[in-house]
């Protein structure tokens, strides 16, 4: 078995069970109820700002020009095409940019939030870069 296919295999569970999680049913099929479709959209929000400051610092840690390069892309997608769709979802629902800034992150998104600014300001930049990705 290649290194892809045994990849996929011991994934599969996880992917399904992502796949079979009510919210993810829900907004697939219409069902999940608005306002947790609002309240995810504005803890995503305040993730990303988080996020986008570990990409800055992910960029500054760089070993290299290229890889400087990569992760200032990715935070200048970040900051101007993901939030900027997040405020408009946001809008759809009378959300102001305001209100959506003011949002104070839940418990679970400063959890996740902490763990990644600790390891990009403390951690090596592998460990950066590990901590970036999905895990199992």
């Known amino acids: 078995m ?3 296919a045994e990849i996929e295999a011991r994934t ?16 697939g099929d219409g069902t999940l109820p608005v306002e ?5 959209v504005m803890q995503d929000y305040v993730y990303l700002i ?3 400051r570990v990409l800055a610092l992910a960029s500054a840690r760089a070993p290299d020009l290229e890889t400087m390069g990569w992760f200032a892309g990715l935070l200048d997608e970040t900051l101007n095409t993901e939030m900027d769709l997040h405020r ?3 809008a759809e629902f009378g959300i102001t940019r305001q209100a959506l800034e003011a949002t ?9 939030t902490s763990f990644l ?5 403390q951690g090596s930049f592998p460990e950066l870069v590990a ?3 999905p895990c199992q």
């Open 36 to 40: 947790y479709f609002k309240h995810y």
């Open 50 to 52: 988080d996020y986008a």
């Open 104 to 112: 104070r992150p839940a418990p679970t998104t400063i959890a996740y």
């Open 88 to 90: 408009h979802y946001c």
């Open 12 to 27: 599969r569970p996880m992917r399904e069970a992502i796949l079979a999680h009510p919210f993810v049913t829900g907004v």
């Open 2 to 4: 290649g290194f892809i």
């Open 117 to 121: 600014l600790k390891v990009a300001y």
């Open 131 to 133: 901590s970036l990705l």
